[in-house]
């Protein structure tokens, strides 16, 4: 049984880092077109985008924030962290077939409430930055080892 | 033919409104967590959120951001507009049912490049603030009244 587990606030160390990765495919940003409702031909038309200062389709910047949320959800802290804010910005386009990996490293502890900063650091398969930010998050104080749910699976198009 | 347009920079007036709501659906925490990867089951797993804080599930924080990020992507400044940052506060969780309303305002114009800062205000339907934050965006220069894409068809489930 694949399983999820967390990180508590007493295990989290300055300078702890993660790493989560993932290949943006046309299939994900026509999934957050789909669910943020932003249907912008820069990111579903290759006609429409071929005439922009783009040259070809771009991810939503947005959809680098919904990665580094999930970096923050499923790997550090994990489970149970509830997320206070976060800042970002977007420093170069995401394209389609990029491999982004988001970089998370804790730089600031608060006891009193289990707050906890992180640097996010988002880069692409060329180690160009394409967006950073800082993440606000209250860990989890209590342990948590739970089965993973899978991915829900998805079809697009009819 | 339903189209698309935006607000050049220099249409846009300090103070400006626009307005974008949407209904938070099992659906569309579903699909976000398909494209984001987060699939903490807080969102997904009814049994396990019942034994949370939250005592139901609730949307991704950053669902929220992607709803924020469509608002100003569709309708101010609209198509043609570049995303440079944003800051996030999540203040109250959102529920599976709840409707949102993105509140956006213009605050401030930056001549030399374009530069417009809008408050970002996040309300459920009973008139709480559930996120709060800033964007900064570069406005277009051109207008651009165009084809206005269809939402990608998707199917959740096999």
Redesign the interface.
């Known amino acids: 049984m694949p399983t999820?587990s967390n990180y508590t606030f007493d295990e989290i160390t300055i300078g702890q880092t993660a790493t989560?990765s993932?290949r943006i495919e046309e299939r994900?940003v026509?999934?957050?077109?789909?669910?943020?409702?932003?249907?912008?031909?820069?990111h579903?038309?290759a006609a429409?985008a071929a005439t922009t200062q783009f040259k070809s389709c771009i991810a939503?910047?947005?959809?680098s924030?919904?990665?580094?949320?999930?970096a923050i959800?499923?790997e550090l802290p994990g489970?149970g962290t509830i997320?206070?804010?976060?800042?970002?910005?977007?420093r170069l386009p995401v394209k389609l077939g990029d491999i982004i990996s988001v970089n998370l490293e804790v730089t600031e502890k608060k006891d009193k409430r289990g707050f906890v900063t992180l640097d996010c650091n988002v880069l692409n398969q060329d180690d160009e930055l394409v967006v950073t930010g800082t993440a606000e998050v209250m860990a989890p104080r209590e342990k948590l080892v739970?089965?993973?749910?899978?991915?829900?699976?998805?079809?697009?198009?009819?």
Chains 1, 2 share one sequence.
């Open positions: 999820l989560y993932k994900d026509q999934l957050f077109a789909a669910v943020s409702g932003d249907v912008n031909p820069v579903l038309d429409f939503h910047g947005m959809l924030g919904a990665i580094i949320s999930a959800a499923m489970p997320y206070l804010g976060q800042s970002l910005r977007f739970i089965e993973r749910p899978s991915l829900p699976s998805v079809r697009i198009g009819d």
